[in-house]
Structures are given as C-alpha cells and as structure tokens.
C-alpha cells in the first residue's frame, strides 16, 4: 500500500462549480498537511498546509484534515479556468527529517 | 518567479555519462531539498541540506551524490546515467531546517539517450 494514494483524474468540471480533491494516507505519524499546484512545465507552489484536523480556509480554497480517517481534501469554489492545473498533496511526519511524501496528483481541467 | 533559480532547464545525454544540476534557493533560505518527478513514481524526495550540511536523505541513489556550498548553492551529481534516470529534478528551498512548506524551482528536464 502506497503512503499517499491520490486518484490522477482527469477530473474535468464546468467553470463555476465547486471542486472536490482528496488524497488518503496510510502512516498515522504523518501530521503536517499540504496542498500544492502544479502548472505544466513548471514546479509545485505551495497553495495550503495545515497540521490539524478540521478545515482552514484561504479565499477560494478549503483545506480539509480528518485525521482519523487519515483523509485530507481540497475544496475549490467558484472554479475558475486558470485554476486548470495537478494538484498534489503532500505530508509530513512530525520531525521532517524524511522529506515531504506526495501524492501523484490529480490533473483537475476547468471547462470554460 | 518562484526566486529558486535552476540550472539547466534542459539536458539531453548518453548512458553511462555524469551530469550536475545546478540550485540557487531564494535570497535567505537556508535549506535545500532536491526531488524526482517521473510518471510513474511521482514527486520522490532525494536529499536535504541545511547551511552546508547534509540533514535528510530520501530514495536517492548511491550512483547520486549532492552537495551545498558556502554561498548556498546546491548542486546535485548524477552518475553511471541510466535510461530509467530521465526524468524532471526539481530543487526547493525553505528558511528553517524543518519546513512545512517549501517554494521549489521550475525544474531541470533530464532525458538519458
């Protein structure tokens, strides 16, 4: 079983609507949150990152942790065409000393 | 601009060969990790420095080596290069030793001929 399992998509919605992304992970020891995007032929930006259960929110963007599930989402209102892009989702353990585990990303397409 | 700079953008090279992969990470930044993206295995961390000093190691392979300089530049040395090693290696940077987030570069592209 992969640490970050992340389903690749596409995921293709008509702009305007409310998207839905989600990663689960395996390793309870993982306590740190990230979301990242992902242009074409660029590298990751950090959109969001959280270290608690529950949702934190940024403009457009929700970030959702459930950590007894080990489930976390990203929620985008209002979808827009320039949010087109792989989202990946990224976690860490409570020391950092291995690094960041991502997921494969999910290649989301906005529909003008 | 992210302000983590990466040299080349591009490499095409032979099997067999050794190249260097180049990182300057944004003004103040103290850190820097060194990632894989292939199709297959996605985003794979390699190696981490902290101000000179190795911190971190990930799925890097011994025909891998990095190093970071006085002056923060980090550059990533691979050898023995194989097809399976095409690929793109990003290099990020972050202030502290232990980051939650990092800001990466735009990526060198190796393809292994």
């Known amino acids: 079983q992969k640490e970050v399992e992340q389903d690749p998509g596409p995921l293709s919605v008509p702009e305007g609507a409310i998207v839905s992304l989600n990663c689960t992970y395996s390793?309870?020891?993982?306590?740190?949150f990230m979301w990242y995007r992902q242009y074409s032929r660029k590298g990751p930006e950090l959109l969001m990152y959280?270290?608690?259960?529950g949702n934190k929110e940024d403009g457009r963007f929700t970030a959702q942790v459930d950590k007894s599930s080990k489930y976390i989402s990203l929620f985008i209102r209002d979808s827009q065409p320039s949010d087109s892009a792989t989202y990946l989702c990224?976690?860490?353990?409570?020391?950092?000393?291995?690094?960041?585990?991502f997921g494969k990303g999910t290649h989301l397409i906005i529909q003008p | 601009d992210s302000g983590v700079t990466q040299t080349p953008k591009h490499l095409i090279t032979a099997t067999g060969q050794r190249v260097t992969l180049r990182c300057s990470p944004r003004?103040?930044?103290?850190?820097v990790y060194w990632y894989q993206q292939s199709l297959d295995q996605g985003l794979q961390f390699l190696i981490q420095?902290?101000?000179?000093?190795?911190?971190a190691k990930g799925n890097i392979l011994e025909r891998f080596s990095a190093q970071q300089f006085p002056d923060l530049h980090s550059e990533l040395n691979l050898s023995s290069l194989e097809l399976g090693d095409s690929a793109l290696y990003f290099c990020?940077?972050?202030?502290?030793?232990?980051?939650?987030?990092?800001?990466f570069g735009s990526g060198t592209r190796l393809t292994v001929v």
């Open positions: 420095y902290y101000n000179g000093e190795e911190r």
């Open positions: 990020a940077s972050s202030v502290s030793e232990t980051a939650y987030g990092y800001t």
């Open positions: 990224a976690i860490l353990s409570g020391g950092g000393a291995d690094g960041l585990t």
């Open positions: 390793n309870s020891a993982f306590q740190y």
């Open positions: 959280t270290y608690s259960s």
């Open positions: 003004s103040g930044d103290l850190s």
